[in-house]
């Protein structure tokens, strides 16, 4: 008997797939037929720049597309009617599967339109059972579960901030999420980013979060847009949106999220975390200020530091993007905001919250003033001085001659050739790993003059000049992680004076230590 029952059991269970492909079908059908009007050759992202005045993108631009993932993908807005109904509907283990025929062929489109929300008048039996905890708040109620039905909101970045962020609008009820990220699940990921798992690793992180969500709650929509944020693809797709959740962490897509929520009208939830420290701030709200008013110009590039370079505790993003998704929900279910114009910062070593006063919103910014100058999306890696992406920076602040390969290291130490290896990267990142001829001095301390430290890089070329002619000029190498704060060394310690260090020839090693376990030894720790 509970063999039969058991096989009656799976053929409804196959019915029933049956039926939800075939609705599947019909939901990309539907979808189709509105896109055949908008799948003109960017027809309104051009008749918006001629408004404008934009630039006419150059004869290069077309080849990088809307936004394209680091595989050169097609452009996000291509395929969209059949990968909407495919974000919209399905169990997880069909979303798995179907994410490996996409990888096959491209990147996820990003869909011309939307279509609407379906009006709301009641909450279903299981949806009152589902939300039970908080429909009993006074402040909430069944008319703001109603709004969160009704609402939609857009997700840039599906790592640190936007796993906790999107994991609880899921759980709440929001009627749709759209979640934008370029990037793939890497190991390094997993110690932040809780919604990708181990199986995950190599998938898209949009794909890999829409997965996990609907495993969470099937009844809310899901899109994933695989690609990067681009500024011909940004304000139309933030149009479709109620709400925008930026949890990106580069400076250019700060810059884009902030002025396509202020020419599209739409409130801003931005979030941000590094090392033991959070920020939080709600933009262009009921008349606050956006994120120009308070940083008009972008930083210098080589000031500015992410989780790759500084590194972040993960339970700090968890925090944050807690805090954004309840400024999120407060938002869309009429509550309002609490720090639209006030920025909340986390101490987490202290565990202190500040709220700090922000500056009103300034008559004269450049995107939300009186009299804007920017009224369109421009080029924001070169307003910014840097690519719109989470990935370590590779700076450029030596000529090539002062420079050498990690091969070419190689060479000179399988070779014997003398010379001194200079570490100087951080003690604790020294701790993590090291080549164990290498002379570990921080950067800091050659900045500082500290005077036990160069007397110990004195004393060790000293040691490897008794090994050659002293007339020759001693290699001297320096190191780090990527090849950037060694190139900072390298300019103080040509400075050194010759009478007390000799004569040195000082030059980098392009990559660092992250370059060495790429492409000499792969057992190498990476971090």
């Given at each position: 008997?509970?063999g039969?029952?058991?096989?009656r059991?799976?053929?409804?269970i196959?019915?029933?797939e049956r039926?939800?492909?075939?609705?599947?079908?019909?939901?990309?059908?539907e979808l189709?037929?509105?896109?055949?009007?908008?799948?003109?050759e960017?027809?309104?992202?051009?008749?918006?720049e001629a408004a404008c005045?934009?630039?006419?993108p150059?004869?290069?631009?077309?080849?990088?597309?809307d936004?394209?993932?680091?595989?050169?993908?097609?452009?996000?807005?291509?395929?969209?009617?059949a990968e909407?109904?495919?974000?919209?509907?399905?169990?997880?283990?069909e979303?798995d599967e179907d994410g490996d025929?996409?990888?096959?062929?491209?990147?996820?489109?990003?869909?011309a339109?939307?279509?609407?929300?379906?009006?709301r008048?009641?909450?279903?039996?299981?949806?009152?059972?589902r939300?039970?905890r908080?429909?009993v708040?006074?402040e909430?109620?069944?008319?703001?579960?109603?709004?969160?039905?009704?609402?939609?909101?857009?997700?840039?970045?599906c790592?640190?901030?936007g796993?906790?962020l999107?994991?609880?609008l899921?759980?709440?009820?929001?009627g749709?999420?759209?979640l934008?990220?370029?990037?793939?699940?890497?190991t390094?990921n997993l110690?932040?980013?809780?919604?990708?798992?181990?199986a995950r690793?190599g998938r898209p992180?949009?794909r890999s979060?829409?997965?996990?969500?609907?495993?969470?709650?099937?009844a809310v929509?899901?899109?994933?847009?695989r690609?990067?944020?681009?500024p011909?693809?940004?304000?139309r797709l933030?149009?479709q949106?109620?709400?925008?959740?930026?949890c990106?962490?580069?400076?250019?897509?700060?810059?884009?999220?902030?002025?396509?929520c202020?020419?599209?009208?739409?409130?801003?939830?931005s979030?941000?975390?590094?090392?033991l420290e959070?920020?939080?701030?709600?933009?262009n709200h009921?008349g606050g200020p956006?994120?120009?008013c308070?940083?008009?110009?972008?930083p210098?590039p080589?000031?500015?530091t992410?989780?790759?370079?500084?590194?972040?505790?993960?339970v700090?993003?968890?925090?944050?993007g807690?805090l954004?998704?309840l400024?999120?929900?407060?938002i869309?279910?009429?509550?309002?905001?609490s720090?639209s114009?006030y920025?909340?910062m986390f101490?987490?070593?202290?565990?202190?919250?500040?709220?700090?006063k922000l500056?009103p919103?300034?008559a004269?910014?450049?995107?939300?003033?009186?009299?804007?100058s920017?009224?369109?999306?421009?080029?924001?890696e070169?307003?910014?001085?840097?690519?719109?992406t989470?990935?370590?920076?590779?700076?450029q602040l030596l000529?090539g001659?002062?420079r050498?390969?990690v091969q070419?290291?190689?060479?000179l130490l399988?070779?014997r050739?003398?010379h001194?290896?200079l570490?100087?990267?951080p003690?604790?990142?020294?701790?993590i790993?090291?080549?164990?001829?290498a002379?570990?001095?921080?950067?800091?301390?050659?900045?500082?003059g500290e005077?036990e430290s160069?007397?110990?890089?004195q004393?060790?070329?000293?040691e490897?000049?008794q090994?050659t002619?002293?007339?020759?000029?001693?290699?001297?190498y320096v190191?780090?992680k990527l090849?950037n704060?060694?190139q900072?060394?390298?300019?103080i310690l040509?400075?050194?004076?010759?009478?007390?260090?000799?004569?040195?020839?000082?030059k980098?090693?392009k990559?660092?230590?992250?370059?060495?376990?790429a492409?000499?030894?792969s057992t190498?720790?990476?971090?």
């Amino acid at each position: 008997m509970a063999g039969a029952a058991a096989a009656r059991l799976r053929a409804e269970i196959r019915r029933r797939e049956r039926e939800l492909r075939g609705l599947r079908e019909r939901l990309a059908a539907e979808l189709a037929r509105g896109d055949a009007a908008e799948r003109e050759e960017d027809g309104e992202r051009e008749r918006d720049e001629a408004a404008c005045g934009a630039r006419q993108p150059s004869a290069a631009e077309p080849a990088r597309g809307d936004a394209e993932d680091e595989d050169g993908a097609r452009g996000l807005r291509e395929r969209p009617a059949a990968e909407l109904a495919r974000g919209d509907s399905g169990d997880a283990d069909e979303e798995d599967e179907d994410g490996d025929e996409e990888e096959d062929e491209g990147a996820l489109g990003f869909p011309a339109e939307l279509p609407p929300l379906p009006a709301r008048s009641a909450l279903s039996a299981a949806e009152i059972l589902r939300y039970s905890r908080q429909l009993v708040l006074p402040e909430l109620g069944v008319r703001g579960q109603l709004r969160l039905a009704r609402s939609s909101v857009l997700v840039v970045g599906c790592g640190g901030l936007g796993c906790p962020l999107a994991q609880y609008l899921a759980a709440a009820g929001v009627g749709r999420l759209g979640l934008v990220d370029h990037d793939v699940v890497e190991t390094s990921n997993l110690q932040r980013q809780v919604l990708h798992g181990e199986a995950r690793r190599g998938r898209p992180k949009a794909r890999s979060a829409a997965a996990a969500l609907r495993r969470l709650n099937s009844a809310v929509q899901y899109v994933p847009y695989r690609g990067a944020l681009r500024p011909r693809s940004a304000l139309r797709l933030v149009r479709q949106y109620d709400i925008v959740a930026d949890c990106s962490d580069n400076v250019p897509t700060r810059y884009l999220v902030s002025d396509a929520c202020v020419l599209a009208g739409k409130p801003l939830v931005s979030g941000s975390a590094l090392r033991l420290e959070g920020q939080l701030v709600v933009y262009n709200h009921r008349g606050g200020p956006c994120y120009r008013c308070l940083f008009p110009e972008p930083p210098p590039p080589d000031t500015v530091t992410n989780c790759a370079d500084g590194g972040v505790l993960g339970v700090v993003t968890g925090i944050i993007g807690c805090l954004q998704a309840l400024e999120v929900l407060k938002i869309a279910s009429g509550m309002g905001s609490s720090f639209s114009g006030y920025m909340l910062m986390f101490d987490a070593l202290e565990g202190r919250f500040r709220n700090i006063k922000l500056r009103p919103k300034k008559a004269d910014c450049a995107v939300c003033g009186d009299n804007p100058s920017v009224t369109c999306l421009q080029d924001y890696e070169a307003f910014c001085g840097s690519s719109a992406t989470d990935k370590c920076r590779a700076l450029q602040l030596l000529p090539g001659a002062d420079r050498i390969s990690v091969q070419r290291y190689k060479e000179l130490l399988d070779a014997r050739v003398p010379h001194v290896l200079l570490d100087v990267r951080p003690p604790v990142e020294a701790e993590i790993c090291r080549l164990p001829h290498a002379l570990h001095i921080p950067l800091r301390s050659l900045q500082e003059g500290e005077h036990e430290s160069l007397r110990r890089l004195q004393r060790r070329i000293g040691e490897e000049k008794q090994r050659t002619d002293d007339q020759t000029p001693l290699p001297v190498y320096v190191v780090c992680k990527l090849g950037n704060d060694s190139q900072k060394a390298v300019k103080i310690l040509q400075e050194l004076p010759a009478e007390e260090f000799g004569s040195v020839l000082v030059k980098d090693i392009k990559g660092g230590l992250m370059a060495w376990a790429a492409k000499i030894d792969s057992t190498f720790p990476q971090y």
